[in-house]
């Protein structure tokens, strides 16, 4: 089994495959987000991922892995990362992080869900106020990447 990571850029072609690529990005987001935490379908298909670039890991053909990387005012936000529930704890998760760290210049920022706090610190994210606020009913804080170095060494496949 090989994993594929692709990468939808911000300026994507809405092709028929880049637009089964980026159905395929939502299934993982819908079973992790939707099913697995309750977030309301119109909560996390905010209209918005057209616009945004998107990353997605494949085992062999199947998606199981995806992050959405969009360009807001205040910078460049990586957000709805998601894993399969029973791809977890295989690294994935800081995998798609890196490469998503990778891909972006400046300005990188998320929102972390608080349960996941730990998880970005390590990756080297750090809190940017002490403030904790609700996204979906969800506790998240605020947190940027001030890191220069932001290469990682994944392959990744550019559509």
Request: aromatic share 8%.
């Amino acid at each position: 089994m090989k994993d594929s990571v692709i990468y939808l850029p911000f300026d994507w072609e809405h092709t028929p495959e880049n637009l089964a690529l980026l159905a395929q990005c939502q299934a993982v987001r819908r079973t992790v987000f939707v099913e697995g935490q309750g977030v309301p379908e119109a909560v996390d298909f905010d209209g918005n991922d057209e616009c945004s670039a998107h990353l997605l890991i494949l085992k062999d053909t199947e998606a199981i892995a995806t992050a959405r990387i969009r360009k807001t005012d205040r910078g460049t936000k990586l957000e709805r990362i998601a894993v399969l529930p029973a791809y977890r704890g295989t690294g994935l998760g800081e995998h798609i992080v890196r490469c998503g760290i990778s891909l972006i210049d400046e300005g990188l920022y998320i929102h972390a869900q608080m349960a996941s706090l730990g998880f970005y610190t390590r990756l080297g994210f750090v809190q940017e106020h002490a403030e904790i606020f609700y996204e979906a009913d969800i506790p998240h804080t605020a947190m940027i990447y001030p890191h220069p170095e932001k290469e990682y060494p994944c392959q990744i496949i550019r559509r």
